[in-house]
């Protein structure tokens, strides 16, 4: 492994025996040990540079415990670059000793609830089913779900916005809003068409399911449509957000 840690959770490593253990080395291990073919990824080793480069600034900047990013063409769904921190030299997995934490893959395993990044999927079924970016709405008071209050952070805003204002300013309120003209069974359909309720498919076997409620209820509508009550893998996020912008493919 001649870049070191620089592909550590894609590719992967062997055993003594060269027998792959994690990423490219374990899914395609029968392959690469009987056929002399090249195996060539889509990764861009510039890229993984620049990406791995800025996610460690960004972790020694707010002292973070690790962190992940991915690039993605959107046009292909090819993976540009995927980097998960803290990461590992493949070269000397052995004597890792307690790091064990460092083979864990925050992008494919990890499953995390996303929070406002799911706006982006609130306006998009919104705008799908007929919604219009004008259309006003009164966010200036709390919304009660249940014994939760529900605000807009930094700031309560304190007059009617239009739906393109509410997915500017990150409205929460807005989006529960937006979320109730559609109902908890199109949410629903929608989630479940962007692949949130399935386990996602990649070329390596650390690959982590969503967590999410059997009963897709009104509540839970309500705190999805600003990403709360779903847990999902970044590869999934990237993937749907991709599609969002690829005009639906």
């Known amino acids: 492994y001649p870049h070191g840690e620089l592909f550590s959770h894609v590719l992967g490593y062997t055993n003594i ?5 994690g990423g490219v080395e374990r899914k395609f291990n029968e392959s690469l040990l009987s056929t002399e073919n090249t195996l060539q990824l889509s990764l861009d080793i510039r890229v993984q540079h620049v990406l791995r480069d800025e996610l460690l600034a960004g972790i020694d900047r707010f002292k973070a415990q690790g962190g992940a990013g991915m690039v993605m063409d959107v ?13 590992f030299d493949p ?25 406002s ?25 709390p919304f ?34 937006m979320a109730m003209q559609i109902g908890a069974a199109g949410q629903r359909d929608f989630f479940e068409k962007l692949g949130f309720f399935s386990t996602p498919s990649l070329e390596i076997s650390e690959i982590g399911s969503p967590l999410f409620p059997k009963q897709w209820t009104e509540p839970t509508s309500k705190t999805a449509a600003y990403g709360y009550g ?20």
């Open 117 to 141: 990044s799911f706006k982006i999927f609130n306006t998009a079924l919104y705008l799908e089913r007929g919604g219009n970016l004008f259309a006003r709405f009164d966010v200036s008071a």
């Open 91 to 115: 070269n000397q997995v052995g004597k890792m000793g307690s790091e064990k934490e460092a083979l864990f893959n925050r992008l494919t395993l990890g499953t995390y609830e996303m929070g």
């Open 144 to 177: 009660q779900i249940g014994r939760f209050k529900i605000t807009d952070f930094p700031r309560p805003i304190r007059y009617p916005v239009t739906a393109a204002e509410i997915f500017m300013e990150s409205s929460n309120i807005g989006a529960i809003k």
């Open 75 to 87: 046009r292909t769904g090819e993976i540009i670059a995927m980097v998960s921190l803290p990461d």
């Open 17 to 21: 025996d060269n027998q792959g253990l």
């Open 230 to 249: 779903i847990s999902i893998t970044p590869l999934q996020l990237v993937t749907a957000i991709a599609g969002i912008v690829n005009k639906g493919m």
